[in-house]
Each structure stands twice: as C-alpha cells, then as structure tokens.
T-cell receptor, first 112, second 114 residues
C-alpha cells in the first residue's frame, strides 16, 4: 500500500510560470519529508526537504509547504525553467531515519 | 568522490537466467539501499543494509531475489531465476545513518528480461 501518494502524474507549464506539485501521505508518524528530482538515465537527486516542525522551507526557486493536519505537502517552483523538466519524487521518513518511502513521481515539462 | 557506482547500466537477459546487479556506495557511507522503479509502483525499497548487515528485506518481492553486502564498499542484488515482470530500473543508494535523511543514488541498472 502506497504511504506516499502523488496524483496528476504529469504537468506542463510555460517557462517563467509557477509549477506546483502535490503529495499526500497516510502515515501520521512521518516527520521528515523530501523532494527528489530525476532526469532520464540518471538516479534521483535530493532537491529540498522539510521537517514536521516547520510548515515552509524555501531554497532559491524551490519552496516546500507542509500541512500536517491535511497530511499534505507541495513543491512550488517559481519561476519554472526548461532545466526543471524532470520527474519529481516526494519522499517521507519516520524518526529521522533514512529509510524513505517514495511516491510514484510527477513528470514536469517546462515549455520554453 | 565518484558517487554511488552501479553496474551494469543495462542488462538484457532471457527468462530463467540469473542476473547480478552490483553497487559500490560512497566511501564512508554506512547505509545502503536497493530500490526498484516501475511505472506502476514508482520507487520501491527492496532491502536496506546498515554497517553491512541487512536490516529490513521486507520489500524483496520473493525468494528469487537476494542481496548481499560482503564489505562496506560492495553490494550485489541477485535475481535467480529472472522473469519478465522483473523488468525495471534498479537503483542503489547510500547515506550516513543517523546523520542525514538524504540518500545519494546511483544511475541505476535498466533490466530487461525477455
């Protein structure tokens, strides 16, 4: 059973606009959340993370929002750039360990 | 550092054959993970080692799958016998237990079982 769910598997957005990716989780014990980015023929690479004690974390063009009551997090990319075209995975863990549960991923295509 | 190194990058084999995937983690990392990526299930954790000891293999699909980590710098994932439904991308990742939740992934092995 998927504990981390990413719906809307693909997203197309114009360059310069905002990309919003959503992620829902079912395990209330999750207390650390991460987003990974994956290009074709490469492994996923870490993008940004957030602890459950926060509701927002920002790193340059990337911001992650966490709504614990709704068990929902989102990744905002603004402005979107063609190099952001990739698959984005949401991941979560319990107790700060590095055994991550991943979602299925979202394909983002940024149109120049 | 060269990062996590996986071999081979691509493997095409026939049903029933044995397949061995290899992984060299980042030096100094004490946790190693094997993940499988499919369209249907995304990234699934197969097995997790800490200090070369298998901690959780509950994600291993069945007895045809086995994994070893004979030392801190090498791990294998073996499928014997292989079946077409094993076709997927297999990723190895490493990290430092207790220090970071970030995993560092290799480039993966694309396995096709005909």
């Amino acid at each position: 059973d998927q504990q981390v769910k990413q719906n809307s598997p693909s997203l197309s957005v114009q360059e310069g606009r905002i990309s919003i990716l959503n992620c829902d989780y079912t395990n209330s014990m999750f207390d650390y959340f991460l987003w990974y980015k994956k290009y074709p023929a490469e492994g996923p690479t870490f993008l940004i993370s957030i602890s459950s004690i926060k509701d927002k974390n920002e790193d340059g063009r990337f911001t992650v929002f966490l709504n614990k009551s709704a068990k929902h997090l989102s990744l905002h990319i603004v402005p979107s750039q063609p190099g952001d075209s990739a698959v984005y995975f949401c991941a979560a863990s319990v107790g700060g360990n590095n055994r991550l549960a991943f979602g299925k991923g979202n394909q983002v295509v940024v149109i120049p | 550092d060269a990062g996590v190194i996986q071999s081979p990058r691509h493997e095409v084999t026939e049903m029933g054959q044995e397949v061995t995937l290899r992984c060299k983690p980042i030096s100094g990392h004490n946790s190693l993970f094997w993940y499988r990526q499919t369209m249907m299930r995304g990234l699934e954790l197969l097995i997790y080692f800490n200090n070369n000891v298998p901690i959780d293999d509950s994600g291993m699909p069945e007895d045809r799958f086995s994994a070893k980590m004979p030392n801190a710098s090498f791990s294998t994932l073996k499928i014997q016998p292989s079946e077409p439904r094993d076709s997927a991308v297999y990723f190895c990742a490493s990290s430092i237990e207790g220090l970071s939740e970030k995993l560092f992934f290799g480039s993966g092995t694309q396995l096709s079982v005909l």
